[in-house]
């Protein structure tokens, strides 16, 4: 297996359905080819650099998955097909992965995912400091 990562822009008047029903696709075509999805984020719609099918706009999605060249032929056959999709690109991050590196991938990413929590937690309890500091301060 190796890993990979894609991107693709979806047409921004597209619903939420349209959205799920793209993704979903991708994932069955990833799992089907034993695949693992490490991580499928929707970045949301953003404002395109240049003009896409007369489009100014456009609904990104990422990607982060471990497959097979097989699969990432058949999702991009996919996206050729589906007007819903403007653009796509696929690039290879790793020419082989074992299921221990899957694993720390995965371990990796929830990491990186929690992590954002915790530092806001703190950025708040530090921010409470110093509001009582300065309430000790005024007082005094």
Known sequence: MRRYETIFILRPNVGEDEINRVTENTTQII???????LEMNKWGMKKLAYLIKKESLGYYVYCDFAGTPAAVAEIERKFRIDDMVLKYLTI????????????????????KASAPVENEEMEETDSDDAEEENIIEETE
């Open 31 to 37: 799992l089907n080819e034993k695949g693992t999805i």
């Open 92 to 111: 290879k991050t790793a020419d082989s992965m074992t299921e221990e590196n899957i694993q720390e991938a995965l371990a990796e990413i929830s990491a």
